[in-house]
């Protein structure tokens, strides 16, 4: 492993080794580079991840092409809890049209909300699947992948707690008992576009809005970017067998910016097959109001944050709700506004607010 660089601003992502993470010898040196890795950047790569992807990865192409109405059956129109498919071009981001396609679906639950609930509980519910005899062992892949990228969330939030000075239980308080938690995840394909194609958002410039982000970049496109300390777009080209980490917005607030949560962005791919991606989102406890809950840190990190500096203006402005709403609340309103067609239907008090001119034709969002 190359050392952290000395200047805080990145042209390059760190590559870290979850090997060295679990080896006594080197955890020291693993720790450090990723204490560089959240104060400077909030992007890294992991390799030797104790997850197989290969399961999922096969399934992919098979899932988008299934015939359009199987796909439309499991629209995400049909779920309050925003779980299902989006078709291509129906997702916005910061007032553009996001020209992708894909499947969202979370840790397995029953609906949650009640009568008298926050609205929120309603993100809680059951994904949809196409048929089992349209793509067979589908649901089960999946679900296993989640489960596996859920546990490897769990251990990586401990080693960053670590990495940042706060033990290895600092951040254990944002997290409820694991069966009251939902993690979501979504595979992704943007396709092929003509060469002269004037639009090039696959999606807009964003964070993500909640702890850590565990990225699997499921074909060889180049595409993603994030946006470095002074303001300058980095590729982030796929490594074969690395997960891409990257913070959340909560992190980011938690930790008072001690921790980066990085704009990014994916530009629309050239060529002849379209890329595909599958993020892993992990959520913190639906209740949790992040003002109540700020992190204390040692002297030494606050250094290396002042260091650092202050970050320039960044191209996403999303997820500013942390202040004052609870995490549930913030998810809510960040899913209503990508997906203004499904909060149309699910959330009409939410909707009205966001978009008080009705559904935007081609974008409003963000
Ligand atoms: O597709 C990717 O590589 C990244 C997607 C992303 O940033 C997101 O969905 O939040
Ligand atoms: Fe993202």
Do not use: C
Not at 11 to 30: C, E, G, K, N, Q
């Amino acid at each position: 492993m190359a050392a952290p660089n000395p200047n805080p601003n990145f042209s390059t992502i760190p590559l870290l080794d979850y090997a060295l993470a679990t080896d006594p010898a080197h955890r020291p040196a693993f720790l450090h580079h990723l204490r560089h890795a959240l104060i400077n950047v909030g992007f890294l790569y992991l390799a030797h991840a104790p997850v197989d992807p290969a399961p999922l990865l096969a399934h992919i192409p098979r899932f988008f092409a299934l015939p359009p109405e199987e796909k439309a059956r499991i629209a995400m129109r049909r779920s309050p809890h925003f779980l299902g498919y989006t078709a291509f071009g129906a997702e916005r981001t910061r007032g553009a049209v996001d020209r992708r396609e894909q499947l969202d679906f979370a840790t397995p639950h029953a609906s949650r909300w009640r009568a008298g609930d926050p609205e929120y509980y309603n993100l809680w519910g059951p994904s949809q699947w196409p048929g089992e005899g349209a793509l067979p062992g589908f649901r089960e892949v999946a679900e296993r992948y989640l489960a596996e990228v859920q546990a490897l969330g769990y251990a990586f939030a401990r080693l960053v707690s670590e990495a940042l000075g706060l033990g290895p239980e600092g951040l254990d308080k944002f997290y409820d008992e694991p069966e009251l938690m939902q993690h979501r995840a979504k595979i992704v394909k943007y396709p092929v576009v003509e060469e002269n194609a004037s639009d090039d958002q696959g999606v807009g410039a964003h964070y993500d809005a909640g702890f850590l982000t565990f990225l699997l970049q499921a074909s060889e496109h180049q595409g993603l970017q994030v946006q470095n300390l002074t303001g300058d777009w980095i590729d982030v080209p796929p490594i074969p067998d690395t997960f891409v980490i990257n913070i959340g917005k909560a992190l980011e607030f938690v930790t008072q910016g001690v921790a980066r949560a990085t704009s990014h962005r994916v530009k629309y791919p050239r060529g002849t097959t379209p890329r595909y991606s599958v993020p892993f989102f992990q959520n913190i406890g639906l209740h949790s109001v992040l003002p109540d809950m700020q992190l204390q840190f040692p002297e030494e990190i606050l250094e290396l944050a002042e260091v650092r500096g202050q970050v320039s203006k960044t191209d996403s402005v999303n997820f500013t709700e942390f202040d004052r709403e609870p995490s549930g609340q913030v998810n809510l309103i960040g899913r209503v506004k990508s997906h203004p067609d499904v909060g149309q239907i699910h959330y009409p008090a939410l909707f009205a607010k966001y978009f008080p001119d009705g559904l935007p034709a081609e974008a409003e969002a963000y």
